[in-house]
T-cell receptor, first 115, second 110 residues
């Protein structure tokens, strides 16, 4: 079974605080891909990052960083020094390879950054 | 830059009408997808296509059909719209392992 769980439904932080969005996944595939997308109020899902299952290196892009840990089946996303423009719904997604090419999305975490 | 466009951002239709939602991508992608997004339910896959004239059912195909006559265009059809099909509809395309999304169509069925 393929499944993505984002346990945090809504998070509010004050501007400049750091915030971590959690993502836990389940898959039996040995090769798979993990993603984060951002959905601002305008509605369009914006691709942020893709991670391959065989590459556990953490990644940093500006104020964004991602922590991939296979041992705990987690792919967490941290925003450092949050800004009001970070307010959005964030989705974590999984794509397997042995069980079809479908994406499995979590239910999303709504982040509000308060000025 | 990948560009996925959808024919309308907002659409209002009446119960029983036939509704066409169009999606076009300009990157020669093989794969295209239609999702609907509802509060608390996340994104649910309706249909997808791996090639021209090819279609596969997703998780919630009931009440929908699709058409892919050309590689760049993937249409979602509501044969007889019902109020429970009021939703945000998102189209996506992919070539490798990443899906790229259009801006979405917010459909209201009265």
């Amino acid at each position: 079974a393929q499944k993505v769980t984002q346990a945090q439904t809504e998070i509010s932080v004050v501007e400049k605080e750091d915030v971590t969005l959690d993502c836990v996944y389940e898959t039996r595939d040995t090769t798979y891909y993990l993603f984060w997308y951002k959905q601002p109020p305008s509605g369009e899902l914006v691709f942020l990052i893709r991670r391959n299952s065989f590459d556990e290196q953490n990644e940093i892009s500006g104020r964004y960083s991602w922590n991939f840990q296979k041992s705990t089946s987690s792919f967490n996303f941290t925003i450092t020094a949050s800004q009001v423009v970070d307010s959005a719904v964030y989705f974590c997604a999984l794509r397997g390879t042995n069980t079809g090419n479908q994406f499995y999305f979590g239910t999303g975490t709504s982040l509000t950054v308060i000025p | 830059d990948v560009k996925v466009t959808q024919s309308s951002r907002y659409l209002v239709k009446r119960t029983g009408e036939k509704v066409f939602l169009e999606c076009v991508q300009d990157m020669d992608h093989e794969n295209m997808f239609w999702y609907r997004q509802d509060p608390g339910l996340g994104l649910r896959l309706i249909y997808f296509s791996y090639d021209v004239k090819m279609k596969e059912k997703g998780d919630i195909p009931e009440g929908y059909s699709v058409s892919r006559e050309k590689k760049e265009r993937f249409s979602l059809i509501l044969e007889s719209a019902s109020t429970n099909q009021t939703s945000m509809y998102l189209c996506a395309s992919s070539l490798d392992h990443t899906q790229y999304f259009g801006p979405g169509t917010r459909l209201t069925v009265l």
